[in-house]
T-cell receptor
Framework: ETGVTQTPRHLVMGMTNKKSLKCEQH?????MYWYKQSAKKPLELMFVYSLEERVENNSVPSRFSPECPNSSHLFLHLHTLQPEDSALYLC?????????????FGAGSRLTVL | GDSVTQMEGPVTLSEEAFLTINCTYT??????LFWYVQYPGEGLQLLLKATKADDKGSNKGFEATYRKETTSFHLEKGSVQVSDSAVYFCALIDNAGNMLTFGGGTRLMVKP
């Protein structure tokens, strides 16, 4: 167990569906992150939350909508996705956003958009 | 802005061979440097880190030395095993309040 749990591990959805990815950490961390990992592309930072406030949004399309209801939970709401959104979505947490903080990653949610 | 450059993979080695994965960086100020590893079907996990110049991070037989003069943090292991097959990511975080920056990752394949 890495301390960061992501569900579901695998998700297949059509372009008109609405689904959500869930991330949970009980490490007492204050920062949580969503990354996108596509084949043959660098890791892409999507969203960062610090103490439940969004602190980074790297020009992510509005069809991805994050939600951080408390410091232990992070969601990524998905709607009207495109096939190129198929990827591994990784959640991570760290004690703080800045400084030499180590990120703890979940195992990822493998998303396939048909 | 900050950037991390890693050697392109895949790197294919036989068991017990010597491993080097090159990593160079550009960053604001004095960054902390990291190697993360991603085993098949898993998320990334920290392998080792170094927070100041000349520090050596080490773990599981892997080592990397923070070289400020060459802005490098090369990963080495004296004798790789099949179980080391994974994707290795070099990363940095500067002390100017920016987020962690990852390199593109290097896939290592170790054959028996």
């Amino acid at each position: 167990e890495t301390g960061v749990t992501q569900t579901p591990r695998h998700l297949v959805m059509g372009m008109t569906n609405k689904k959500s990815l869930k991330c949970e950490q009980h490490l007492g961390h204050n920062a949580m992150y969503w990354y996108k990992q596509s084949a043959k592309k660098p890791l892409e930072l999507m969203f960062v939350y610090s103490l439940e406030e969004r602190v980074e949004n790297n020009s992510v399309p509005s069809r991805f909508s994050p939600e951080c209801p408390n410091s232990s939970h992070l969601f990524l709401h998905l709607h009207t996705l495109q096939p190129e959104d198929s990827a591994l979505y990784l959640c991570a947490s760290s004690q703080e956003v800045t400084g030499a903080n180590v990120l703890t990653f979940g195992a990822g949610s493998r998303l396939t958009v048909l | 802005g900050d950037s991390v450059t890693q050697m392109e993979g895949p790197v294919t080695l036989s068991e017990e061979a010597f491993l080097t994965i090159n990593c160079t960086y550009t960053a604001t100020g004095y960054p902390s440097l990291f190697w993360y590893v991603q085993y098949p079907g898993e998320g990334l996990q920290l392998l080792l880190k170094a927070t100041k110049a000349d520090d050596k991070g080490s773990n599981k037989g892997f080592e990397a030395t923070y070289r400020k003069e060459t802005t490098s943090f090369h990963l080495e292991k004296g004798s790789v095993q099949v179980s080391d097959s994974a994707v290795y990511f070099c990363a940095l975080i500067d002390n100017a309040g920016n987020m962690l920056t990852f390199g593109g990752g290097t896939r290592l394949m170790v054959k028996p």
